[in-house]
C-alpha cells in the first residue's frame, strides 16, 4: 500500500473519530435543551387544560411534547423514505400537540357561547322563584351541561373563598372572550353598583343574544357554499401541481432551473395566497 493511500486511509479515520467525537459530547447538551424546550411546553399546555378542566398528568404531557415529533419524523421517513419529509414529520410532531389543545379550547368556547342563553334563562327563573343571585349561579352549575356548569360552579366556589363577584366575573370575562358575556359581566356589575333589576335585565339581554344566534346561523347557512367553493378553489392549484409532480417528476425542472421559471413559480405562489385569503374574506362575514 502506497504512502498516499496510507495517508488518506489516516486522514479520514480522524475525520471520522473528530464527528463521532463532536457527536458524543453535543448529544447531551441537545438532550438536555430538548427536555427543557419539551417541559416547558407540557408546563404552558398543562395550565391551558386545567382551566379547561381537563386533568393529564404533567409527565405523560412531557412525554406527549417530546415524542410527538420523533415519533411523526420516523413514520414519515419509513413510510415516504425521504429526507424532506422526515423533517415535515418533524416539524407536525412539534406543533401537533399544541394545536390539538387549541383545536379543543376554540370548541369549549364554542359550547359555552351556544349555552349562555340557556344559563339566563335558569338565572331568571331562578331569581323571580325567590332564589338569590349565588343560589341562582349554583342552579346554572349544577343542572346545565358542561362547559357552563362548570364554570359558573367555579364563579360560587370563588365567591365562598372571598373572591367577589365582580371580581369573578371579569376573570371569566377575560378566560372566555366572548362579546355576549362581555354584555352580561357587565349589566351584573352595574346592577350590583346601582341596584338594578337582575330578572328584567336578564330577561332582555337573553332575547337579545338569541337574535343575535339566529341571525348568526343564518349567515352560516348562507356562506355554507361560498366557503366550500373557496376551500375548493384553493386546494385545486397546490393538488394538481401534487399530481402532476407524481406522474412525472421532471415536469418542472424546467421552471426550477430557468430564472424566469422560478419567477414565475414564485408569482403563482403569491397569487394562490392572495386569491385564497380574498375568497376566505368574502365567504365570512362577522356579525
Not at 447531551?28 to 398543562?46: F, N, V
Not at 379550547?105 to 349565588?134: C, H, M, N, V
Not at 364554570?151 to 365567591?159: G, Q, R, S
Request: glycine share 4%.
Amino acid at each position: 500500500m502506497s504512502q498516499d493511500n496510507l495517508l488518506k486511509i489516516a486522514i479520514l479515520l480522524s475525520t471520522l473519530s473528530s464527528v463521532g467525537l463532536l457527536t458524543w459530547a453535543l448529544i447531551p447538551i441537545i438532550s438536555q435543551r430538548y427536555e427543557k424546550l419539551s417541559e416547558q411546553r407540557a408546563t404552558k399546555a398543562s395550565y391551558s387544560l386545567d382551566e379547561m378542566f381537563i386533568w393529564v398528568a404533567h409527565k405523560k404531557l412531557i412525554l406527549i411534547f417530546g415524542l410527538s415529533p420523533i415519533i411523526l419524523g420516523t413514520a414519515f421517513f419509513i413510510l415516504f423514505g425521504n429526507l424532506a419529509l422526515l423533517l415535515v414529520g418533524l416539524a407536525l410532531g412539534f406543533i401537533l400537540p399544541v394545536t390539538i389543545i387549541n383545536t379543543l379550547d376554540k370548541r369549549r368556547k364554542r359550547k359555552f357561547y351556544t349555552q349562555l342563553p340557556d344559563a339566563l334563562t335558569s338565572l331568571t327563573q331562578s331569581l323571580k322563584a325567590g332564589l338569590s343571585f349565588i343560589q341562582a349561579l349554583e342552579v346554572v352549575g349544577e343542572e346545565l351541561a358542561p362547559p357552563i356548569s362548570q364554570e359558573f360552579a367555579l364563579l360560587v366556589k370563588e365567591y365562598k373563598m372571598g373572591v367577589t363577584l365582580p371580581e369573578s366575573f371579569e376573570r371569566l370575562n377575560k378566560k372566555m372572550g366572548s362579546d355576549d358575556l362581555n354584555l352580561i359581566t357587565t349589566a351584573i356589575l352595574v346592577a350590583f353598583e346601582t341596584g338594578g333589576n337582575l330578572t328584567e335585565i336578564f330577561s332582555h339581554l337573553n332575547e337579545n343574544i338569541r337574535r343575535k344566534n339566529r341571525v348568526t346561523d343564518q349567515l352560516k347557512t348562507l356562506t355554507t357554499q361560498a366557503t366550500l367553493q373557496a376551500k375548493i378553489l384553493s386546494a385545486l392549484p397546490v393538488l394538481f401541481a401534487i399530481l402532476i409532480f407524481r406522474l412525472n417528476p421532471n415536469f418542472f425542472d424546467q421552471m426550477v432551473s430557468e430564472e424566469v421559471g422560478r419567477a414565475l413559480l414564485a408569482w403563482c405562489v403569491i397569487s394562490e395566497v392572495i386569491g385564497a385569503f380574498v375568497l376566505y374574506r368574502l365567504s365570512h362575514i362577522e356579525v
